[in-house]
T-cell receptor, first 113, second 113 residues
């Protein structure tokens, strides 16, 4: 079955290290999104992409980057991890035919020590 | 900037009673309003949505109402069951442009047996 996956599911890292979180979908969706979820803030958009080679900043993009080299993957990179980036990260995707409906991956819990 | 206010932040109801969660949005261009349910440690899952050309939509025990003039929309759950216990998120989406989601901060619903 088509799906959206994230890896790793749990990650512990140290401040200053570079970390990459993977997101992979097999629905052939053009649109992909990264969110972080923190208590009291709900889900906040980090970066998004509407297709290969397209990337856009969301409301909390500082310290994060993404690249889109194919339709299936949108990896999220923390250039130099900070304790403030401890969070749960969700990837989501939507199709071009029903762009408004997003489907979420299982999430990655990241702890920055 | 654009925002969505969601109330209440926590809600406890007796099994069999109804639950109502309310959201208010600021961007008048928003015209799609999904609701997500998130169980502990799980991904957000779409449970119902409504578009701006409709005032109400029902799906078994859940319903959503929309008042575009007042920029309000609400989730109604009738005959609540323990498995309805979760965090519920509303979102407002402007489908004429970026399809970005602006999420509310979530409501933790507890259904007491």
């Amino acid at each position: 079955d088509a799906e959206i996956t994230q890896s790793p599911r749990h990650k512990i890292t140290e401040t200053g290290r570079q970390v990459t979180l993977a997101c992979h979908q097999t629905w052939n969706h053009n649109n992909m999104f990264w969110y972080r979820q923190d208590l009291g803030h709900g889900l906040r958009l980090i970066h998004y992409s509407y297709g290969v080679q397209d990337t856009n900043k969301g409301e909390v993009s500082d310290g994060y980057s993404v690249s889109r080299s194919n339709t299936e993957d949108l990896p999220l990179t923390l250039e130099s991890a900070a304790s403030s980036q401890t969070s749960v990260y969700f990837c989501a995707s939507s199709s071009s035919l029903a762009r408004e409906t997003q489907y979420f991956g299982p999430g990655t819990r990241l702890l920055v020590l | 900037g654009e925002n969505v206010e969601q109330h209440p932040s926590t809600l406890s109801v007796q099994e069999g009673d109804s639950a109502v969660i309310k959201c208010t949005y600021s961007d008048s261009a928003s015209n799609y309003f999904p609701w997500y349910k998130q169980e502990l440690g799980k991904r957000p899952q779409l449970i119902i949505d409504i578009r701006s050309n409709v005032g109400e939509k029902k799906d078994q025990r859940i319903a959503v109402t929309l008042n575009k003039t007042a920029k309000h929309f609400s989730l109604h759950i009738t005959e609540t069951q323990p498995e309805d216990s979760a965090v519920y998120f509303c979102a407002a989406v402007g489908t004429s442009g970026t399809y970005k989601y602006i999420f509310g901060t979530g409501t933790r619903l507890k259904v007491l047996a």
